[in-house]
């Protein structure tokens, strides 16, 4: 692999911060608001659904400018990244791999990343680009931010509908990461395991994959590759997963 592109949210940044603070903001207790977020992960719903549970016909967008507005908006600080964000970006900078990061996220949180000066080449957030996942115009600016060809780049995410699938069928390598609601409760699906090239359990081990001079490693047992183009995409009951 030339170049490494990763998602942001459960992949580089933690999602507690964000929902406990939904939590507070709609007068729940936290692992309500979580409950509801994991059964709507286990249905295959988005995760904010659990949001319209709590306030039927919420418009959430509405409500993410009314807490911008009472001085409640986004926030990211380096607590917030998984330990293992800069050990792993560091590491594949070092082996001469041009590590990407790109994922949905407002203008202000490309900002926030951005300040924390990762060991990245390009950070940048769906709403930067005008364009979110899993539009196929998303993944042909992850193409195109690469600098490689499609075969030699690698796209890593935790969600199979968001991540995987769409950069699977734009022809990028896959790497599944069993991290956060999603990354866990589908991370064995028959879909996921076919498509997916690699599926890895901390971001540490995307550096053994690039192999000497940038090439990739030998998959392991449970990682062989899988080509959607020769085999197709089974969506099953992961067709509603957003």
Not at 209 to 232: E, I, M, N, T, Y
Request: include cysteine; hydrophobic fraction near 45%.
């Amino acid at each position: 692999m030339e170049t490494i592109v990763l998602d942001i949210g459960e992949t580089l940044v933690r999602d507690d911060r964000h929902w406990a603070s939904w939590a507070d903001w709609l007068g729940v207790p936290p692992h309500t608001l979580g409950a509801l977020v994991g059964a709507a992960v286990a249905q295959g719903r988005e995760a904010t659904d659990a949001l319209r549970i709590l306030r039927p016909g919420m418009d959430v967008e509405e409500a993410c400018r009314a807490r911008a507005a009472a001085g409640r908006g986004e926030h990211l600080d380096e607590s917030d990244l998984y330990q293992d964000v800069r050990p792993a970006l560091g590491e594949l900078r070092a082996a001469g791999v041009r590590v990407v990061v790109a994922g949905d996220g407002t203008v202000r949180a490309g900002e926030l990343l951005r300040a924390l000066d990762l060991p990245a080449d390009l950070v940048v957030t769906s709403d930067e680009w005008g364009v979110r996942k899993p539009d196929p115009e998303f993944f042909a600016r992850v193409a195109e931010a690469s600098g490689a060809a499609p075969e030699a780049t690698l796209y890593v995410g935790d969600h199979p509908a968001d991540d995987l699938f769409p950069a699977a069928a734009a022809g990028l390598r896959t790497a599944h990461l069993r991290r956060g609601p999603y990354g866990h409760w589908w991370a064995d699906h028959p879909d996921v395991v076919e498509t997916a090239d690699f599926r890895i359990d901390a971001l540490t081990e995307l550096v053994g994959l690039v192999g000497s001079g940038g090439g990739s490693s030998d998959p392991g047992p449970d990682q062989a590759p899988a080509s959607v183009a020769a085999k197709g995409v089974r969506r099953g009951a992961l067709r509603s997963v957003r």
